[in-house]
């Protein structure tokens, strides 16, 4: 299983990433790790562990399952956490000097499962300000538009919009009253200021976000192919500890205070250091 990226990040990819505030990159982890990751997925899903939402609907066949910080109670999780490449990917594309885990999220969309993933951004949701912290999807199945692949509007990110955040299940514990709602941006498509970003993905791609960058995806239109997102999130130098109303929850107090960097090694431990690596 590779420890560093398949195909090296490059300065192009961190500018894409900071100019549209997204950016997919291919073949980062190698089949071991795809492999390992989507039986692993798999299996915890079925094992119906942690703190799982499942979304099903009386007029569909399919359902949409996403869990939470399965790497604090999972071998594997923790295993593609430390020792995949993702952390030093996180690192590059933020131009910190380290990573610090924030945690991780499963998303399972099977065949025929029409709940879209409705159009959001991910800072709202969290209690952290700052521009260092980055969201990388890995696909464990192939993932299109089609299947549930997700979509970004590019730049979305430099707005200075915070949107209320929402969850597939409508969970009001997020449903923050004074933040606006984000549009659906699918009635817009015709839209020429915006500018839609979407990438058929292999197992072993992954599209990295900026927290403040708009997404959503579609529903899983197959009769036949389930689509699994990992999605691990990672905060650099410049976070903030934020504790506002309707954000995560997190299992105990951290020992920084509200403004400082999040440095609780507890909470949000140190995955990769740039000095360390040298
Ligand atoms: O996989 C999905 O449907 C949603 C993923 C997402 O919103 C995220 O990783 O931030």
Redesign the pocket.
Known sequence: MNRHPANPVTEDDVAAYERDGVVCLRGLFDQDWCSRMHDASVRYMESGAGRKRVVERPDETGQFYSNVFMCMENDDFLAFRNESPIAEVAATLMRSKAARFWYD?L?I?EPMTVAP?QWHH?LPFWPFLGDHVV?I?VALTPATRET?G?EYIAGSHKWGKFYRPVTPDDDPAFANPDLEPCPNFTERRDDPSLKFLSWDMEAGDCVCHHPLTV?G?GGNKSQTQRRI?L?LRFFGDDARYDPKPYTVKLPFEPTCAPGEHPDDDRLFPLIWERQAAA
């Open positions: 999220q998303f969309k993933t991910d969201s999807w549930s997700l997404h995806a997102g999605s």
